[in-house]
């Protein structure tokens, strides 16, 4: 018997996520970056609650700037945002992949009580939609 298409965030997110703490250095963060092939991380406190949210994109101008000066690139505390778009673990999946249809992150934080317990991309929301559609 086939494996029932997933329907809700939790069936589809890495639980075992790329985070980074305000303290982290942006060198730090943009080498897991690249090598979870990432583009952006959440940002947690000592106790894995959401803080805030950081980016390629957020980093890469200070990471040319420091450089050109020849200098320490700043903290991810310092670049971060605190206005972070998460997801609950039991959100649709087609609910959220009407919500990324925008100009809306290619990555979100999942939550339970401001604690982080994965991450879901669009790429995870866009094969879900592929197995639902073949299921």
Same mark, same amino acid.
């Given at each position: 018997?086939?494996? !029932? +298409?997933?329907?809700? #965030?939790?069936?589809? *997110? $890495? ?7 305000? !303290?982290?250095?942006?060198?730090? =963060? +943009?080498? %897991?970056? $690249? ?5 952006? /991380?959440?940002? #947690?406190?000592?106790? @894995?609650? =959401?803080? %805030?949210?950081?980016?390629?994109? @957020? ?6 700037? $420091? /450089? ?7 903290? &991810?505390?310092? =670049? *971060? ?9 039991? !959100? $649709?999946?087609?609910?959220? +992949?009407?919500? *990324?249809?925008? /100009?809306?992150? !290619?990555?979100?934080? #999942? ?5 982080? #317990?994965?991450? &879901? ?6 094969? +879900?939609? =592929? ?5």
């Amino acid at each position: 018997m086939p494996k !029932k +298409a997933p329907t809700i #965030v939790r069936e589809i *997110m $890495s639980r075992d996520c790329y985070r980074v703490s305000g !303290k982290t250095s942006v060198s730090t =963060l +943009a080498e %897991g970056l $690249s090598l979870h092939r990432l583009p952006g /991380a959440p940002v #947690v406190d000592e106790h @894995d609650h =959401l803080i %805030g949210f950081i980016s390629e994109q @957020d980093v890469l101008g200070k990471v040319l700037e $420091s /450089a050109y000066l020849n200098d320490e690139p700043p903290l &991810v505390r310092e =670049l *971060m945002r605190h206005e972070v778009l998460s997801v609950t673990p039991n !959100k $649709s999946i087609i609910d959220l +992949a009407q919500e *990324m249809l925008g /100009a809306k992150p !290619k990555i979100y934080p #999942v939550t339970e009580q401001t604690r982080l #317990v994965g991450i &879901v991309t669009r790429r995870d929301v866009l094969n +879900a939609i =592929l197995r639902m559609r073949h299921s």
